[in-house]
Structures are given as C-alpha cells and as structure tokens.
C-alpha cells in the first residue's frame, strides 16, 4: 500500500465530487510527503509517510487544543476536520490497556525498578509502540509502571 497514491486518488475523488474542504486537506498532505520526497532525495518509504502524516495531525491537535483555549471554537472545529481526514491514513492507536502490557513486558526485559530507570524504559517503549501509541499516553504509562513497586 502506498499512501501517497492513495492520497493522490483521494485528491481526484474529492475534486469529481466538489468536496472543497476534504480536498485543501488532502492537497495540505500530498504537499507535506512531497516536500519531505524532495528533502530526502528518494522515495519515502511506508514508514516515513506515516511519520510524515503522524506529524501534521499532531499539529493539528495542538493547534486545536490552542484555539479553544483562546475561545476559537471556529478554528478549532476547522483543525478538527482536518485532524478527522489525516487520521484516515494512520493505523489505529492502541488501547491503553495494550500499551500497558507492552509496557510491562518491557519493564520485565530491561530490569527496569524505579524512576531512575525512566529513559531507559521510555526509548524501548517508544521503539516498540512508534506510530502504534501517543508518545504522552506510553509516558504516562512508562511512568505508572515505575511507581508501582
């Protein structure tokens, strides 16, 4: 599967059905992994897509979270439907409760014992879960475990 095709053919569905939003949203994608293809001066692979794509909804989200603290509900409803259309092509999150056990199969592995031993369970964690798990959430979760003797 190469999202950047399926991005493409997207674009042309949206454009045949005048779906003048979802289409700004995508070309705001394409754009992104092109730029990134340009950069690298190769194709991207599957895994930088999704890392690409991973972080502009994390801009989105952050940008949403702002605006409704400034009271721009407006804004936020817009960075929202972007949010909604970017998410599409990332693969669904885990579940607290699978991070968690992750997390503890980690912790069993590495010998980790308490909150001196964070970092170390922190990057194997992130290795694991990359792209799988909010960073925040596997934190909090990395740091729970530790606190529990």
């Given amino acids: ?68 603290s400034a009271g721009r509900n407006d804004l936020a409803e817009k960075e929202e439907k972007e949010l909604e259309i970017m998410e599409k092509y990332l693969p669904e999150k885990m579940s607290l409760e699978e991070v968690k056990k992750i997390v503890l199969k980690l912790k069993e592995e590495t010998g980790a014992t308490g909150e001196a031993d964070f970092g170390k369970l922190m990057g194997k964690a992130m290795l694991e879960l990359k792209g799988k798990a909010d960073g925040g959430i596997v934190g909090s979760v990395v740091k729970e475990v530790l606190s529990d003797k």
Wanted: hydrophobic share 35%; aromatic share 2%.
């Fill in 1 to 68: 599967m190469n999202i950047s095709k399926d991005i493409s053919s997207e674009i042309v569905e949206s454009m045949k059905k005048k779906e003048d939003f979802k289409l700004s949203t995508l070309r705001l994608l394409k754009s992104a992994l092109k730029n990134a293809e340009i950069d690298a001066k190769r194709e991207l692979t599957e895994e930088e897509e999704l890392s690409i794509i991973e972080k502009q909804a994390k801009q989105r989200r952050e940008a949403a979270g702002q605006y409704k």
